[in-house]
């Protein structure tokens, strides 16, 4: 079975260490943001390169502003203050972490809570959100903070931009939707700013914008969740989010068994499945993140079927049983995707 896996195909640049790249038209800047390598790629051969650089400055500002506001591992940031005192009253937020939080709460909706950013304690239990040491939580432990879990205790003013809880247990993390809603607002940026031809890639979730030189698009790969540096197949987007979720980049072991960051809301555990990573495309790249991450704890069948109900939307699922990778796709990018042998 050929290997399947998504892969920026430029992205061997971001292990250099260089920050600026600029030929030909195309210019290239990177940043560590949000706790990952941010790159944006810019191809305007006839627009001043004093306009262009500056718009990838507003650009990049923008990803490290929703990292400052929506970081869990930051005191002051609007999450850990909604986490700290939303149980309580009500907390006054940024405008941008209530577009998020409608965001994601639409997702929890559409998918009856098996998308959920209220496992937020749960997360931290298991040493995967805030300062926690990741180890196996006691029973009693994910008991008691399963009593915070449920989308429908996130209540939501929005003329006054304000959050607060139902229930002094809720805690939230964006860690599944910020990232993607940052890079939208990057791509936003750009647009402002008169680019047409860009791609912003923040760690993996992507959006893409007109075309790259002598192409018809910005051609992604994806990684095989196994080997580091091997790429499957290619995919060329354009004007579309790529973003790929998996159980191979946070995780921990203990005593041989291996649990994943991504949390199954219904029982506060790691989620079990054979699914080792989902690769989803979509408008905007908000929606692909959350939906990747609502796909890898559905598992393949019932991922594949919310996909075939959404417009303007596909995924990869890329399966591994007895140590064999296989991987399954959306009627939309059967005919799209090009192997690498």
Request: one cysteine or more; charged letters at 25%; hydrophobic letters at 40%.
């Amino acid at each position: 079975m050929k290997k399947l896996l998504f892969y920026i195909t430029i992205c061997c640049l971001l292990s250099c260490g260089c920050k600026r790249f600029f030929s030909d038209g195309l210019y290239i800047k990177q940043e560590m943001a949000m706790g990952t390598f941010v790159e944006i790629q810019v191809f305007e051969p006839e627009m001043e390169a004093k306009t262009v650089q500056y718009a990838i400055e507003k650009a990049m500002d923008e990803i490290k502003n929703v990292s400052r506001i929506m970081s869990s591992f930051d005191v002051k940031s609007d999450i850990s203050r909604v986490n700290a005192e939303a149980g309580r009253k009500w907390v006054s937020v940024n405008p941008k972490t209530i577009e998020v939080l409608n965001k994601a709460l639409r997702l929890s909706e559409m998918s009856n809570g098996v998308y959920d950013i209220s496992v937020g304690r749960i997360l931290e239990l298991w040493g995967f959100s805030g300062n926690g040491q990741r180890d196996i939580p006691e029973k009693k432990e994910i008991e008691t903070a399963m009593l915070g879990v449920g989308f429908r205790k996130v209540s939501i003013d929005e003329e006054n931009n304000r959050v607060k809880f139902k229930n002094i247990y809720t805690k939230i993390d964006l860690g599944s939707i910020a990232k993607g809603y940052a890079v939208d607002l990057a791509a936003r940026n750009l647009k402002r700013s008169g680019i047409k031809n860009a791609l912003v890639n923040a760690g993996g979730d992507i959006y893409s914008m007109g075309s790259n030189k002598g192409r018809h698009g910005w051609v992604v790969g994806i990684r095989h969740p196994r080997e580091k540096n091997e790429i499957i197949g290619t995919l060329t987007i354009k004007d579309k989010a790529v973003v790929t979720s998996g159980n191979y980049e946070n995780f921990f072991i203990k005593d041989g068994e291996k649990y994943s960051h991504i949390i199954d809301p219904g029982t506060g555990y790691p989620v079990e499945n054979n699914i080792v990573s989902v690769t989803v495309v979509s408008f905007d790249t908000a929606t692909a993140d959350g939906l990747a991450t609502m796909i890898a704890i559905s598992g393949a069948n019932k991922g594949l079927e919310i996909v075939k109900a959404l417009k303007d939307t596909e995924c990869i699922i890329i399966l591994e049983d007895n140590n064999n990778i296989s991987f399954r796709c959306s009627e939309g990018l059967k005919d799209i995707i090009i192997p690498v042998l």
